[in-house]
């Protein structure tokens, strides 16, 4: 949007300062007149008597012909002060200002790692440069997250697509091939595009919080959960179990349950050996936390892999199941999104003697849930 040019701010404090200074000084001689020289009498010339003895003194005329044009002159004194002392002075209180808005157009430009750093005291300058700094890093860590799951995205939907090639390539050369296994096997490949689009769609919508909250007790749907993915874990020889108490909380009961499917789901396809087990509990804390945890049986995971679990297209291990539930990499950074959406968060750890266990812990909300 472009503006009609105005004066700058430090020609507006100098123009305040010296108008300050040159109203105080008038004010002052002001009071001077009113307090002093009101009172001194302006005697008429009336001529004096033979033999009498004349005293004589300043006359009010005689004070105010004196008086004025130092006045005058102790006003211009005052603005030409007041300008220059001013324009330094607003110069000085300005530099930070200075500062915040060179890095601005830095950040503008594209520089996100650019910081103020401002020194000195605390004060209003202080916490506008501190806050900024604040800003741009969190964008920067934010961009450089989009940038790496945009990467990554595109690598994992390139997979399917080159597949999908692939399989064309040598249908169209081998003509004779049998046209049902060519379609099976693109069946399974465009099932498995279609899932990462949706897990995509979903995760850019748990970020961008374009939902409707409502009551919603988690317990309620770890049950859900459980009972829909069941036969999975029937299949799978997973042992699940589900149990806890009432956990309400105030959310999206679509979200929050795609978080118990997430979490039951991967504690079931990444079960490794066959026969383990797997446990869902809800609960609220003493903080006014309601909790969703899933653990799992399974292989030892170290604590450098747990920290990147949370991350897109990460996953606990290498020997993922097959098939249709195998999986796309998204199911623990979508429900860290929907959690963080939620304002609350994911924690993971690793169970000893293997295995793993995720917590989600979001704000409860007080009273029954729907």
């Known amino acids: 949007m472009t503006r009609p040019p105005g004066l700058r701010v430090r020609w507006k404090l100098t123009l305040s300062y010296a108008g300050f200074l040159v109203l105080a000084g008038a004010l002052l001689l002001a009071v001077v ?16 008597p033979e033999g009498a003895v004349l005293i004589t003194g300043p006359t009010r005329s005689d004070l105010l012909d004196a008086f004025v044009p130092k006045a005058a002159m102790a006003l211009g004194a005052l603005l030409v002060f007041g300008l220059v002392g001013g324009w330094i002075l607003a110069g000085q209180m300005l530099r930070p200002l200075a500062r915040i808005t060179s890095a601005t157009r830095i950040a503008a430009g594209g520089s996100l790692a650019h910081r103020i750093h401002l020194e000195g005291r605390q004060d209003e300058f202080r916490e506008l440069a501190d806050a900024f700094d ?11 997250e989009q940038q790496r799951f945009a990467a990554n995205a595109s690598h994992e939907l390139r997979t399917p697509l080159a597949i999908t090639q692939t399989l064309l390539d040598v249908a169209r050369g081998e003509p004779e091939r049998h046209d049902r296994e060519l379609l099976e096997r693109l069946h399974v490949v465009n099932a498995r595009a279609v899932e ?6 979903l995760l850019s919508r748990a970020d961008q919080r374009s939902f409707v909250r409502e009551p919603v007790d988690l317990s309620l749907l770890a049950e859900e959960a459980v009972e829909t993915l069941l036969p999975l874990a029937e299949r799978h020889g997973v042992a699940l179990e589900a149990t806890g108490d009432a956990a309400p909380v105030h959310g999206s009961h679509a979200l929050l349950l795609q978080v118990a499917m997430n ?25 006014g936390r309601a ?26 291990t290498s020997r993922v199941r097959s098939g249709a539930h195998a999986g796309v990499g998204l199911g623990l950074a979508i429900v860290r999104s929907i959690a963080e959406a939620h304002d609350g968060r994911l924690v993971l750890a690793a169970r000893p003697g293997g295995g793993f266990r995720a917590t989600v812990e979001l704000p409860a909300q007080a009273g029954p849930a729907r």
């Open 134 to 144: 604040a800003m741009l890093a969190r964008i920067e860590a934010h961009v450089a």
């Open 33 to 48: 007149w009113v307090f002093l020289l009101r009172y001194v009498p302006d005697l008429p010339d009336r001529g004096t």
């Open 291 to 316: 909790t969703l945890t899933v653990q799992s049986t399974g292989e030892p995971l170290g604590p450098e892999l747990v920290a990147t679990l949370g991350e897109p297209f990460v996953r606990r």
């Open 263 to 287: 979490l039951v789901h991967n504690a079931i396809v990444h079960n490794l050996p066959e026969g383990g087990s797997a446990w869902v509990t809800t609960g609220t804390t003493a903080a």
């Open 196 to 201: 990462l689009t949706e897990a995509l769609l």
